[in-house]
């Protein structure tokens, strides 16, 4: 699978990121001109973890995305379905608890996490509703999402110069870093058929978050989702 408009079949895509494993986040350093590590740093700050919170870090990948939570004293849970990946992080960060999981079928219990985070995974799920819901079934009433994720340039002159760098310069980039560049032509155009801001604040609020906001990142070029599981009597009064 290499191609966006396709249907997003998890053993597919977990094999896709199987095999870009071992470079994957030099290359993602690369061809983000050094912008991943500021939206990751933009992330820690959103999920604001603190001592003993229990953190999830769904499409953790290697656990990049994982260590300012762990610095911060959290316990925090990197979770992917790309085994590869795990296994990459596993040796970097052998004291984490990585879990094998499907983001629509999420192996914990309700009402676990502090804060639920995606950062740049949430697109390639095949389900994004229903990876919602489970996010927000495992978080506990007063907990928080924060999503990361590649969206829709607000300059329409900016926007035409990015999806013109994603479609012709991302290529021949990702082949000269990668090892499976045809991974970062998907990507590429799973992220021109994303849904825009409101759209992806419209599903949070869908799925049962309260209180969804977005922030614009590099002029929407990445758009960073909040949002709060209320308290049952929050809820209660509410209905």
Known sequence: MTRASLDKQPHEVASMFDDVAANYDLTNDVLSLGQDRRWRKEVAKAVDARPAQRI?????????????????????????????????????????????????????????????????????????????????????????????????????????????????????????????PDAYVYLAESIQSWPDQPALAGLLQKAGWSKVAWRNLTGGVVAMHRGFKLQESARTAGS
């Open 56 to 180: 999830l870090d769904l499409a953790a990948g290697t656990a990049t995305s994982s260590q300012p939570f762990a610095r911060a004293g959290a316990y925090v849970v990197p979770c992917d379905f790309s085994i590869g990946m795990l296994r990459v992080g596993k040796e970097r960060h052998p004291w984490m608890p990585f879990t094998a999981g499907d983001g629509t079928r999420l192996p914990f219990r309700d009402d676990v996490f502090d804060a639920v985070t995606i950062s740049f995974g949430l697109r390639n799920i095949q389900d994004t509703e229903g990876a919602l819901r489970e996010l927000y079934r495992v978080t506990k009433p007063g907990g928080r999402v924060v999503i990361c994720e590649f969206s829709h340039p607000t300059w329409k002159p900016f926007r035409t110069v990015y999806e013109e760098y994603l479609m012709r310069a991302l290529p021949p980039v990702a082949r000269a870093v990668s090892s499976n």
